[in-house]
């Protein structure tokens, strides 16, 4: 089968070499182009380059010159994943069996650019890959193929997404390989089940202490390695101290004492633990503006913090 990669982002990448390993021939890698005067090469370009496969960054991939080119490589199937432009029908029309979509969640669930970040936001005990028939909706074409995987409790997005990504490539494979066979038993979506996942946004990284301990170390897993979770030290002397915080760990033997407020400082010898709005956060690696990330000890050993001190 000729296949036409679509990908971007380093989710794709494992499905393209996997595919590249095949035998199925892929004739293309078409990524986005990168932007601004100081942005890489996205990843899966960088791989295709390495495979010596033709790479090609059109602005569009659903004008009309665009689509003749597509229809140039004369492919079977279009493998889009992690690509970050929805398809027009008439691109999808391009090859005889269409296009299908590698997603990291099980659909309906998590429609959207970050499906693998909410899931930790939101604090999901399981997630999963799903590939779909494409249709022009937003992740709403049938499913083909779908995965179940388990979330670590300590995993970041960052993790999870790298191994449901080597995962994916496997459900990827064995679609391919039913569409190849005439196989395949597409299941429609049920569009009463669907939620969104957007892509997050820096201010998302702002910890609010009222929530709870697991809330909050949710959200810390789930902003990394972007755009990741940050609170303020309101020092007693000198201008607060932004603190991007990279690790934690719920802490639910330490007692909050009596007129303790959420954000504020419950210990720091020899760990440094917050008061939040149910039991208490051990901040295990923090990052102080401007300087590398420090193991909660080595912070507390250059950073007068006192019992008592807020975060906020």
């Known amino acids: 089968m ?4 679509l990908g971007t982002g380093p989710f794709a990448v494992p499905s393209l ?10 004739v293309c890698a078409i990524s986005r182009p990168p932007k601004g005067r100081r942005a890489a090469p996205a990843p ?18 659903n004008s009309d010159d665009a689509r003749a080119k597509l229809a140039e490589f004369a492919p079977d199937l279009l493998m889009v994943c992690d690509y970050g432009e929805i398809l027009k029908s008439s691109t999808l029309e391009v090859p005889q069996l269409g296009g299908i979509n590698l997603h990291g969640s099980l659909l309906p669930k998590y429609r959207g650019a970050a499906p693998v970040q909410w899931a930790v936001l939101n604090g999901d005990c399981e997630t999963g890959n799903t590939v779909i028939q494409m249709t022009p909706g937003l992740d709403a074409g049938p499913s083909l193929g779908v995965q179940r995987i388990a979330i670590d409790p300590d995993e970041t997005a ?20 039913q569409l190849d066979e005439g196989t395949t038993s597409p299941v429609v979506q049920d569009k009463n089940l669907a939620t969104k996942a957007p892509r997050l946004h820096k201010q998302q990284g702002e910890i609010d202490w009222t929530q709870t301990a697991s809330q909050i170390k949710n ?64 901040l295990e690696q923090v990052q102080p503006a401007g300087k590398r990330a420090l193991a909660a000890d080595e912070f507390l050993r250059g950073y007068a913090v006192q019992v008592g001190d807020r975060l906020a």
Do not use: K, N
């Not at 370009?45 to 991939?61: K, N, Q, R």
């Not at 990279?246 to 959420?262: G, L, M, V």
């Open 2 to 5: 000729r296949i036409v990669v």
């Open 17 to 26: 070499r996997r595919l590249c390993d095949s035998s199925h021939e892929v």
């Open 44 to 61: 899966v370009y960088v791989a295709a380059e390495e495979l010596g496969i033709e790479t090609w960054l059109p602005e569009t991939v």
């Open 158 to 177: 960052g993790e999870l997404e790298a191994r449901m990504a080597d995962l994916g490539a496997d459900l990827v494979l064995d679609v391919v390989r």
């Open 219 to 282: 959200q810390v897993r789930a902003l990394q390695p972007w755009p990741r979770a940050f609170t303020h030290w309101q020092r007693a002397e000198g201008e607060p101290v932004r603190l991007i915080v990279h690790r934690t760990a719920i802490d639910r033997t330490t007692t909050i004492p009596p007129a303790t407020d959420p954000g504020q400082v419950v210990s720091a010898e020899p760990t440094l633990i917050v008061a939040t709005g149910e039991h208490c956060l051990q």
